[in-house]
């Protein structure tokens, strides 16, 4: 879970914590794929993000994890 969480918060999220790049079929989209034009930034992802960040601080208790959900919030 780790992996995939460096993954999406190095490769995948936007600085304003903003997350899904793919207008079509609401995706997340590839690594670096982050256009600055058409950017489609989703609720229900973000939700998804801060859940996940609380879950990872409660059973990692890394600070790291706390940081994103804040940047997402």
Do not use: N
């Not at 780790?2 to 899904?20: F, I, P, Q, S």
């Not at 859940?51 to 919030?73: H, K, N, P």
């Amino acid at each position: 879970m780790e992996r995939l969480w460096d993954d999406m918060v190095a490769t995948k999220l936007y600085v304003t914590g903003g997350l899904g790049s793919r207008h079509s079929d609401e995706a997340i989209g590839d690594r670096y794929e982050l256009p600055s034009r058409a950017r489609l930034q989703r609720d229900c992802a973000a939700i998804a993000v801060m859940q996940w960040a609380w879950r990872m601080f409660l059973a990692t208790g890394g600070a790291t994890y706390l940081d994103v959900f804040e940047r997402v919030l």
